[in-house]
């Protein structure tokens, strides 16, 4: 048995939290990665029971979603811009808001519509410095054109992507002052700029100011900030334990045998491992010198105080030990009272919930 526990009323409280911080902006539910991990269908209906009736999504299976279980006059922004026609013709059936990053995705949306003899709805985005979709700011010439020639296509928007806000104040804000000198150029050339928006989960609690005319959130709805923002984590894994027995002095556990007993132990083995996001992390991509130094200070601190990572069996914290394998933990249980009937609680990455059943509570 291994299931993913959503408290409910851990995420009505981030909504309402959410809310208050947006004063009066427009929220945008960011549903992607199949809602963070809880189902587009489960986190979708979460929000709008919190109020939030807009949501963004990255692939058309979730706006499919989104449409078979929600109210047809729901915004829905396709955050991935996409030139591919069968994808086009689907969201345009949806009445998806498609964005728009180059000429050519204006052109092929455009194109689309004609088709299908109906107007397209889209956001413009900016790309101030994330690298993955959107006009350059210096590429005025060729966002105005968009706004000039697609006929078939009503901007409804212009946003971009802030890459550092829950880190670098500074660097989100001059992101932010890019979008609006871009969006002031639109309107000076005599075209609607319409909901500006760049403020993510990080932003809106980090830097209010840049909410604009719209924030999109996700990673906050779950309270899985990098920083305290008042927010609740809305989960926990919940599994029962496979086996409990005794290994002798000197016996091993895991890959690498990363632990070794220094006498008789009990252990309990847990149907649970990184596959199913257990102890995962990322952000070990980063080569840049201060990100190297970084990772030296962080290994050096673990070299004087070793971490002990935990899970809760029945109600007692139990040591891990050795390496988290893929589907199998193995933790300490000496003179805890465990047995095969025990429950074990641990905190894993919802968006990892391979195999692992979604219940409401």
């Known amino acids: 048995m291994r299931r993913y526990i959503v408290d409910t009323a851990a995420v009505a409280r981030n909504l309402i939290l959410i809310r208050e911080r947006a004063d009066g902006a427009p929220v945008w539910a960011v549903v992607k990665g199949n809602g963070y991990g809880l189902g587009v269908k489960t986190m979708a209906a979460l929000c709008r029971k919190g109020g939030i009736d807009r949501f963004a999504v990255t692939e058309v299976c979730e706006a499919e979603a989104l449409r078979e279980d929600g109210d047809p006059n729901e915004q829905i922004l396709m955050l991935r811009p996409t030139d591919e026609p069968a994808e086009l013709r689907r969201l345009l059936e949806l009445d998806v808001i498609l964005t728009v990053a180059s000429q050519q995705n204006a052109l092929t949306l455009s194109s689309a519509a004609q088709e299908m003899q109906i107007r397209a709805k889209a956001h413009l985005k900016l790309d101030t410095g994330m690298g993955r979709y959107g006009f350059l700011p210096e590429e005025q010439e060729k966002l105005l054109a968009c706004y000039a020639g697609s006929e078939m296509i009503d901007y409804l928007g212009i946003y971009t992507h802030l890459h550092s806000a829950f880190c670098d104040k500074k660097s989100a804000q001059r992101q932010a002052e890019l979008l609006r000198k871009t969006a002031q ?177």
């Open 185 to 361: 150029a639109v309107s000076d050339a005599g075209f609607r700029p319409g909901e500006v928006h760049c403020a993510n989960s990080s932003a809106l609690f980090r830097m209010p100011e840049l909410r604009m005319n719209g924030v999109r959130v996700g990673s906050a709805i779950l309270g899985r900030l990098a920083f305290s923002a008042g927010l609740k984590k809305v989960g926990f894994c919940e599994t029962s334990v496979e086996s409990v027995r005794w290994i002798p002095k000197g016996h091993t556990c895991g890959y690498g045998a990363g632990w070794k007993a220094k006498k008789q132990t009990q252990i309990a083995v847990l149907p649970l491992g990184w596959y199913h996001g257990f102890t995962t992390s990322h952000g070990e991509d980063l080569f840049r010198r201060r990100d190297s130094l970084r990772k030296m200070l962080s290994g050096l601190r673990q070299f004087i105080l070793p971490p002990k990572i935990t899970v809760t069996v029945d109600g007692k914290k139990c040591r891990v030990l050795g390496h988290v394998g893929m589907l199998h933990t193995v933790v300490d249980v000496t003179g805890k009272n465990i047995t095969e009937k025990s429950i074990a609680v641990a905190e894993v990455n919802p968006l990892q919930l391979r195999g692992t059943e979604i219940v409401l509570a």
